[in-house]
């Protein structure tokens, strides 16, 4: 079992930042960020590997930047140039059963996930 509990949404204007944290309990190889707005499908967002280095959906890609530290046993997701279709709630993931070179980049390649955090971004 991994516990996971997301931090740092909020309300900013097009355009602005805001970094989402996520503590765990233990760590695994595969671990990621997930959004889902009001009536849609979860999207996948960015696969960060054991390693660290980070895979990022097209509809982010080079706006925001995942990291992780493991000392702190903590996930964050700096979102920059946010956008109003970038709204909803935002989940922090892991997966327990695959190995750092077959981390998924969809919601079925991951088995835990946090509350969510709540990102409004206005126009």
């Known amino acids: 079992q991994v516990q996971l509990e997301e931090s740092g949404g909020g309300s900013v204007q097009a355009g602005g930042s805001l970094r989402l944290a996520c503590r765990f309990d233990?760590?695994?190889?595969?671990m990621g960020w997930f959004r889902q707005a009001p009536g849609q499908e979860r999207e996948w967002v960015t696969t960060?590997?054991?390693?660290?280095?980070?895979k990022y959906s097209d509809a982010v890609k080079g706006r925001f930047t995942a990291s992780k530290d493991s000392a702190k046993d903590s996930l964050y997701l700096q979102m920059d140039s946010l956008k109003p279709e970038g709204s909803g709630l935002y989940y922090c993931?892991?997966?327990?059963?695959?190995?750092?070179?077959?981390?998924?980049?969809?919601?079925?390649?991951?088995?835990?996930w946090g509350q969510g955090t709540q990102v409004t971004v206005s126009s």
């Open positions: 233990k760590r695994t190889a595969c």
């Open positions: 993931a892991a997966d327990s059963r695959w190995t750092s070179f077959q981390c998924k980049d969809l919601q079925a390649g991951y088995n835990y």
């Open positions: 960060i590997h054991t390693e660290g280095r980070a």
